[in-house]
Structure formats: C-alpha cells, structure tokens
Nanobody, 124 residues
Framework: VQLQASGGGLVQAGGSLRLSCAASGRTFSDYCLAWFRQCPGKEREFLGGIRWRSGFTDYADSVKGRFSISRDNAKNTVYLQMNSLTPEDTAAYFC??????????????????WGQGTQVTVSS
C-alpha cells in the first residue's frame, strides 16, 4: 500500500486548503482512510476518516463543521477539505489506511499504512 499526501502549503487565517491522498497498491473497498495531524512535540491527532465502500465519514469534534473528507473512486484519492483555518491548524498532515469495513478507527495504532505527510502553515 502506498499513500501519497499532497496539497499542503501556507495559507492565511480564515482561508481554505484541500489536501489530497492518492492511494495505490491494492483495492481499498474494505479499508478506511483517515487524516491525522501532528505538531512538533505533540501526539498525532485524529481528524476524520471515510469508509471507502460506503463513503461513511466520521470526524473529530475539534474539526467537525470546518473539515470534510471525500473520495474519488476513479482516482483512488481521498480529499481533506479544510475551511476557516486558524494558526492552531498549523501542523504536518498525514493520511493513513486501516483494513476495516464497519467503523472509522480513531487511534493511530490501528492504521498500518501511512503517507509521508504534508505541511500546512496558517499565518495570522
């Protein structure tokens, strides 16, 4: 499994950014793909995930209403749309994959495959 995250960059507070996670190496119909972020010195934080087959999504309370996750089956790509960004959203953002069909795991220990991360910096 290979996951390639992209789309990070510098954005002003209040702005939006869309991250992409291109997945390859297998079929993902029985997988959940999720987004996490991590600041230096802090633990990795679950943001949200999507069950590939059904499209069911689940989000952390901290980003619910601002962030949304979607997928493009034809491109094998998952997206993280981030709106109303604040400097507190500055972090490295990672996508990850877990073999599950019936839930969206929130613990990073349940995800075996990870992308390389893309940096998001929000200026005030």
């Amino acid at each position: 499994v290979q996951l390639q995250a992209s789309g990070g960059g510098l954005v002003q507070a209040g702005g939006s950014l869309r991250l992409s996670c291109a997945a390859s190496g297998r079929t993902f119909s029985d997988y959940c793909l999720a987004w996490f972020r991590q600041c230096p010195g802090k633990e990795r934080e679950f943001l949200g995930g999507i069950r590939w087959r059904s499209g069911f999504t689940d989000y952390a309370d901290s980003v619910k209403g601002r962030f949304s996750i979607s997928r493009d089956n034809a491109k094998n790509t998952v997206y993280l749309q981030m709106n109303s960004l604040t400097p507190e959203d500055t972090a490295a953002y990672f996508c990850a994959a877990a073999p599950t069909t019936w839930r969206v795991p929130r613990s990073d220990s349940e995800y075996a495959d990870w992308g390389q991360g893309t940096q998001v910096t929000v200026s005030s």
